[in-house]
């Protein structure tokens, strides 16, 4: 039985360890793109994905991961194409709170809001202004 902290184990592992968001995303910083982590941050009313949710947006509007899909998904991306390029953090609010007579599949009853984070590779290198 794996311990704590296993995440991945048995003769596929380090395939696995590949597969992940996480990996691509640094395979772009690796390659010297910015991306955009978009961070479900709060949920109010019905939502598709919860609190914690997260999609990587790439300058050329690639997306891995979901915080939901539709318009509200849409918006995001175009708001995080806009992070990328000015290299500065927003918080989107997605509400999908359309009339129900609307018959818009956005309608699900709730509002988001969504951190949208630039990651590029120097921005690791840089010293925090805040020591």
Same mark, same amino acid.
């Given at each position: 039985?794996?311990? $704590? *902290? ?17 990996? $691509? ?23 598709? &994905?919860?609190? *914690?949710? $997260? ?14 899909g539709g318009c509200g998904e849409a918006d995001v991306k175009r708001e ?12 989107? $609010? ?36 805040? &020591?």
């Amino acid at each position: 039985m794996p311990g $704590q *902290g296993t995440c991945f184990e048995g003769s596929n592992a380090e395939e696995k360890k590949q597969e992940t968001i996480y990996h $691509q995303v640094k395979e772009f910083l690796d390659k010297g793109e910015t991306v955009a982590v978009a961070t479900i941050v709060s949920t109010r009313g019905s939502t598709p &994905r919860e609190v *914690g949710a $997260q999609m990587v947006v790439t300058a050329w509007g690639e997306i891995l991961g979901t915080i939901g899909g539709g318009c509200g998904e849409a918006d995001v991306k175009r708001e995080a194409i806009e992070v990328i390029r000015t290299r500065k953090p927003r918080l989107v $609010q997605v509400d999908l709170l359309d009339d129900i007579s609307s018959d818009s599949p956005a309608v699900c009853g709730g509002i988001m809001n969504i951190f949208v984070d630039p990651w590029w590779k120097e921005r690791d290198e840089e010293p925090s202004e805040r &020591r």
